[in-house]
């Protein structure tokens, strides 16, 4: 049992470290939350279940030979995509803020979500560096172990997104005002984001 729990704690806590690193999907959530409200944003953070998948998959069975130009790829990839959604947010941004945001549905919050993490090599280096080892040294102990450091990773990764975009949620209501500056901060973190990612990948592809 102690091995249950300790791989249980293990999962939960480097969930919570990574739920609360400012980040692409991150940036993604606090526009989504301004431009349509907190609970039509609150599918988006079931976005892991949904984007993790080849990264588990690459980093369990082919663990350490991720082609670094995959890599490279995923980053050219993903701050292309992060400077489009960046265009559009400032779009948003520059207008008056309406009094009714419910444009975006949430089915399309949630693919755009999952998109911009598929195309975030973060999660695919965490599965490979961090996560992929831990699971496969829990499934070598008992693979029920390695069943309870996986469901409580992502549990605990969906409760703290949810709880990360109602806390925007909740200060998008103190003013238009407000909105504004939580627009205009998620669109400079999704430009500087996609210029890392598209510089990074650039020139590691370049070999520089």
Known sequence: MAGLLGNVFLGGSLAL???????PLQAFLVARVVATGWRRTLPACLTPLFSDGP????AI???GRIPPSVLHALRVAGGLLLLYLATGVF??????????????SAPRT???AVLVNLLNPNPYLAWALVLGPAVVAAWSRHPGY???????FYATMVVSLAGFVFLVGTARFLGSGRQRVLLGASALLLAGLGVTLLVVGVREAWGG
Do not use: K
């Open 17 to 23: 470290g990574a739920a609360i690193q400012p980040g």
């Open 55 to 58: 990264a588990a998959i690459l």
């Open 61 to 63: 069975f082919l663990l």
């Open 91 to 104: 779009r948003q941004w520059r207008q008056p803020m309406p009094s009714s945001t419910r444009r975006a």
């Open 110 to 112: 949630l693919l755009e």
């Open 146 to 152: 390695a069943l309870g450091f996986v469901v409580a």
